[in-house]
């Protein structure tokens, strides 16, 4: 069965995010198969591959939309304030996924779904035993922290000590993020992962 064809009575709510420029809207069902991530960074990404993602960025102060299992983080611009577009904007989304309800085209290309979720960034591939367990602390420790605020963290890579990460959803651009970079995440894989000596953003 896809994604799109079965669509269960269906509710939103609203979580602000440690970015001021996004929120994150949570639905009361999944809305792609565990571990597909989608994101989109202009409204012409989504065109063939995300109805959803199309719908939204229809809305002129839409910058970014990225998906994953039941939320979907938004991020705007600066010309309207969220107080000015939240409860319209969840309204909006709740009542898309209350008739079309597609996420995801039936017939979206394989490489563009692959595109999409390469955006999103998932692990890279381990090469060694330390990466293996960088990935582990992350996925327990980090990755339920930060989809929580709407975002996603994925390990990138290893080196001379040196861990970078990509950071996507409402961590992409944050400045708080960065702060959690390197007062959490960086503490953390120190403490759990001798050799780490720093961790850094992957640069977009």
Excluded at 7 to 26: D, G
Excluded at 75 to 102: A, H, K, M, P
Excluded at 106 to 125: F, G, I, K, V, Y
Aim: aromatic content about 6%; proline content about 6%; glycine content about 6%.
């Amino acid at each position: 069965m896809s994604e799109a064809s079965a669509r269960p009575p269906v509710s939103l709510y609203a979580e602000s995010t440690p970015n001021p420029l996004t929120m994150r809207y949570v639905s009361s069902r999944m809305l792609v198969q565990d571990g597909r991530l989608l994101e989109f960074r202009t409204p012409q990404e989504p065109v063939g591959v995300s109805p959803l993602a199309e719908r939204i960025f229809n809305l002129p102060f839409v910058t970014g939309v990225f998906i994953s299992s039941n939320f979907i983080t938004v991020t705007r611009n600066n010309s309207v304030d969220w107080d000015l577009v939240n409860l319209e904007l969840r309204d909006y989304i709740t009542d898309y996924l209350r008739t079309d309800g597609r996420v995801v085209y039936d017939d979206a290309p394989a490489q563009a779904l692959a595109d999409a979720n390469e955006r999103a960034s998932t692990h890279a591939e381990a090469k060694s035993p330390e990466d293996e367990k960088i990935i582990r602390v992350l996925e327990e420790y980090i990755r339920p922290a930060v989809e929580g605020d709407g975002g996603h963290i994925a390990f990138k890579s290893f080196d001379d000590g040196l861990v970078t990460v990509s950071l996507r959803g409402s961590c992409s651009g944050c400045p708080s993020s960065m702060v959690t970079l390197k007062q959490g995440i960086e503490n953390l894989l120190k403490h759990e992962v001798p050799g780490v000596r720093e961790v850094v953003a992957e640069e977009l």
